[in-house]
């Protein structure tokens, strides 16, 4: 038994003295480099899981290490269990929605929420931190550049000793001035959000997006306080013509925020309806930040090329109607994260193309491609027009409703519906339809043919 055993083992050492020479897994100046560029909650996901392999020497590169993502923070409940996250990233934890409709109707749920159940409302600022540290503890390498070009070999696909040349301008603390640098790489993962400087080196082809508009409002304790655990959730053509607007509690202030595709020059006009229709619960606020940032409608055409791998908005992971990007994005860098490290084997050796497709892309699609689908049926269904946002509005009203709502959300995945009252919910959606549009106000005419061409 022991000779075959040894026999196997000269074999396979043989067969690797006959292979192009492998990277020596032992010595981490020969060990295989991974670049990951961006340091969100996609990329900082995706470090850490490299940096624990001792045998791959691991870089994140981040343009801005205190960096705060515009963005409105809230995160589904199983995020904190699943990536190890301490409560006190959380700013506030969300227990009652309140939703309104276009003409004012409103509709709070929450009822269905155990006592432990909430979403979590985060600043970016906070939450990204928190994983960079995490990512730069488990070894990453920080490197705080802004990455402007990369130089990839014509043969990247077939020849895995190619290496990737990524060009940076690296900010020293205390500077505002980049200075040139550049770094080989064997695999980059692209975490460089919806304006991914990756995606477009690679050719990854483009996306369409959503402009979405924030600001950050500080208001009265007394004000703060019908905040404490409420977010409000705000349809109408007035406040975005195929999103919506919401009012988000942070620790001492609120996010008021909107988005929208089809009319983004109007996203001002938008942002004001917004606050109008917040009224008194925000009035003599103080706005302390504007922010705005894309928002990626659809995943890219092409996720990954040779050993570049795009993850987070880079790839296009947000979804629909709720417009939620941070779980897709942390889930994503570590899915491809932990596909290639399986696949490298030790640092003995790199994944190919089609070994990352069929690795991470197709386990990332089936996991989540139906939540994208439905997600985006939901969206063209209730967002088109007042009629249909009334309905929407009338249709939280169902307990159902919201249990499966706050499931699917919350957990990420469907927890075991009853066909019965699915049938149920089919008959009240038609009438609160029938109803929604019999006491709609009719939508503004917009012309905005520029913009609509632009739609991908
Ligand atoms: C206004 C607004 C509100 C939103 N609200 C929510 C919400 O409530 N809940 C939710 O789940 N999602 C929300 N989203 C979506 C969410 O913000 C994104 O989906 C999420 O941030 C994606 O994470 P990421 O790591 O892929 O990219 P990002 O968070 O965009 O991180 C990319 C990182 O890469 C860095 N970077 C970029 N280019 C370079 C470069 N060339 N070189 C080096 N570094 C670079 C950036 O500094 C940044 O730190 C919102 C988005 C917007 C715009």
Not at 46 to 62: H, K, R
Not at 235 to 247: A, L
Request: charged share 25%; net charge negative.
């Amino acid at each position: 038994m022991k000779f075959f055993l040894a026999a196997a083992f000269c074999l396979q050492a043989s067969a690797f003295t006959l292979a192009p020479t492998p990277k020596l897994s032992t010595t981490s100046l020969d060990a295989y480099k991974v670049a990951v560029v961006g340091g969100g909650p996609a990329g900082a996901c995706a470090a850490e899981v490299f940096a624990q392999e001792p045998n791959i020497e691991t870089f994140m590169i981040e343009r801005k290490f205190d960096n705060a993502k515009p963005c409105g923070g809230a995160i589904p409940l199983c995020m904190i269990g699943e990536f190890d996250l301490p409560e006190t990233v959380v700013d506030r934890k969300v227990r009652r929605m309140k939703m309104i409709s276009p003409i004012g109707n409103e509709v709070d749920i929450g009822d269905t929420l155990k006592p432990d159940e909430y979403i979590g409302m985060c600043r970016r600022e906070i939450l990204d931190g928190f994983l960079r540290d995490r990512a730069v503890e488990y070894g990453a390498k920080p490197i705080n550049g802004l990455v402007t070009s990369i130089d990839i070999p014509s043969d990247h696909k077939e020849n895995k000793d190619s290496q990737y040349t990524l060009h940076y301008q690296k900010f020293s603390p205390g500077t505002s001035v980049g200075t040139p640098e550049s770094l080989a790489v064997d695999l980059i993962v692209g975490a460089d959000g919806a304006n991914s400087r990756v995606a477009k080196a690679m050719d990854a082809g483009e996306y369409n997006f959503a402009i979405a508009f924030q600001e950050r409002i500080k208001i009265s304790e007394e004000q703060m306080e019908f905040y404490e655990e409420m977010a409000e959730m705000y349809v109408g053509d007035d406040v975005s013509p195929d999103f919506y607007g919401w009012v988000f509690p942070k620790y001492d202030h609120v996010g008021v925020g909107t988005g929208t595709v089809v009319n983004r020059p109007a996203i001002k006009q938008y942002q004001k309806a917004i606050r109008e229709r917040a009224g008194d619960k925000i009035e003599g606020g103080k706005i302390i930040k504007v922010e705005a940032h894309p928002i990626p409608e659809h995943p890219r055409p092409r996720r990954v090329q040779g050993r570049i791998a795009l993850v987070g908005d880079a790839a296009g992971y947000v979804t629909k109607c709720s417009g939620e990007g941070i779980y897709f994005a942390a889930k994503s860098g570590r899915m491809a994260a932990e596909s290639i490290v399986k696949l490298m084997q030790g640092g003995s050796r790199l994944p190919s193309q089609a070994e990352i497709e069929d690795t991470y892309i197709r386990d990332y699609d089936r996991a989540y491609g139906p939540t994208y689908a439905v997600l985006d049926i939901l969206q063209k269904v209730f967002y088109s027009n007042n009629g249909a946002r009334e309905a929407f509005v009338e249709l939280c009203k169902s307990k159902y409703v919201q249990q499966v709502t706050f499931d699917s959300y919350l957990y990420k995945k469907v927890q075991g519906n009853n066909p019965l009252d699915d049938l149920k919910l089919l008959g009240e959606t038609i009438g609160c339809l029938i109803k929604g549009y019999s006491i709609a106000k009719p939508d503004q005419a917009f012309s905005n043919p520029v913009e609509s061409m632009k739609r991908i």
